[in-house]
Nanobody, 114 residues
Framework: QVQLVESGGGLVQAGGSLRLSCSGS????????MGWYRQAPGKQRELVAT??????NYKDSVRGRFTISRDYGKKTVYLQMNQLESEDTAVYYC?????????WGQGTQVTVSS
């Protein structure tokens, strides 16, 4: 059984920063890829950033502002979000894959006030 625990969301003013964390527990030793998605009210869930052992990928609108990273030993993926904009307001979900099985976190709210 895999559980993903997210933390780090909150309310921040435009231009501010937040760091999201997602830690996996259970018997699985590693996940690949690991990533972050988000869903704003009335919109579909969209990819924000993903990372594999060899590459990273970002949504165009966050590239240069957000940085994804991971700690293999802790089975944790992070999302450092800088220069936040009101358009970044959404519920952010961690997504990881192991042996073709996808696991989602419970989501953490990020609200950016202008």
């Amino acid at each position: 059984q895999v559980q993903l625990v997210e933390s780090g969301g909150g309310l921040v003013q435009a231009g501010g920063s937040l760091r999201l964390s997602c830690s996996g527990s259970g018997s699985i030793l590693s996940f690949d890829p690991m990533g972050w998605y988000r869903q704003a009210p009335g919109k579909q869930r969209e990819l924000v950033a993903t990372t594999t052992a060899s590459s990273t990928n970002y949504k165009d609108s966050v590239r240069g502002r957000f940085t994804i990273s991971r700690d293999y030993g802790k089975k944790t993926v992070y999302l450092q979000m800088n220069q936040l904009e009101s358009e970044d307001t959404a519920v952010y979900y961690c997504r990881v894959v192991h042996a073709s099985t996808i696991y989602w976190g419970q989501g953490t709210q990020v609200t950016v006030s202008s």
